[in-house]
């Protein structure tokens, strides 16, 4: 049992829905979309082509009792592309799985140069994978996607475009952790947001 007093003039401060003629009152924020991200559109494309591809293959499973095959090759395929494009955009909110637990017990020096180390690595990691899916892509060649007449390469050339759009983005991230002095690791309360 919480037994906490409250001061009722706090009940004031708070915001009100309710207006004085006892009707609902709301105001909602206005869209701003002027800082969505290019892969954040291309993620956006691709899941609706995704979401779309599905219901047809819904439609004509359920209703037309007749599914067409093609659909779920390419909703797998659309789910891919969705998942890498839209990786770039945790890349660039720095908003992956981090450990930073170490990093509270660091002299602040070692946990700097650590955090470079860990940008210097993920920057690496995704040029790496860029390199090897572009090497992949070469030694296919002409292979072809099981159901559908269409080179596999356009698969594997969104992932290239998703791993490189992640290094780009890396790169900007280190960027901004080397301009502030700290990164997330550092300061896990901070995000790609704040401006210092």
């Not at 060649?141 to 099981?146: D, E, I, P, R, V």
Request: proline share 3%; aromatic share 14%.
């Amino acid at each position: 049992m919480n037994n906490t007093r409250h001061d009722p003039s706090d009940i004031d401060l708070m915001p009100t829905v309710m207006g004085e003629d006892g009707q609902f009152h709301a105001v909602d924020d206005e869209v701003d979309l002027s800082d969505t991200t290019p892969e954040a559109w291309v993620a956006l494309l691709f899941f609706w082509a995704l979401g779309l591809t599905v219901f047809y293959q819904f439609f004509t499973r359920y209703a037309l009792n007749n599914s067409a095959a093609w659909t779920e090759e390419i909703a797998r395929y659309l789910l891919i592309t969705t998942v890498f494009t839209g990786a770039a955009i945790g890349v660039g909110k720095n908003n992956h799985i981090q450990v930073d637990f170490f990093y509270r017990f660091m002299p602040a020096g070692l946990g700097r140069f650590m955090a470079t180390v860990v940008d210097v690595m993920r920057v690496a990691f995704f040029g790496a994978a860029t390199v090897l899916t572009w090497q992949m892509m070469d030694k296919l060649g002409s292979y072809k996607m099981t159901i559908i007449d269409l080179p596999m390469n356009l698969v594997y050339g969104v992932c290239m475009a998703g791993f490189a759009a992640m290094c780009l983005r890396a790169v900007w991230v280190a960027k901004v952790h080397w301009r502030r002095g700290y990164s997330v690791l550092e300061r896990p309360e901070s995000s790609m947001q704040d401006r210092d």
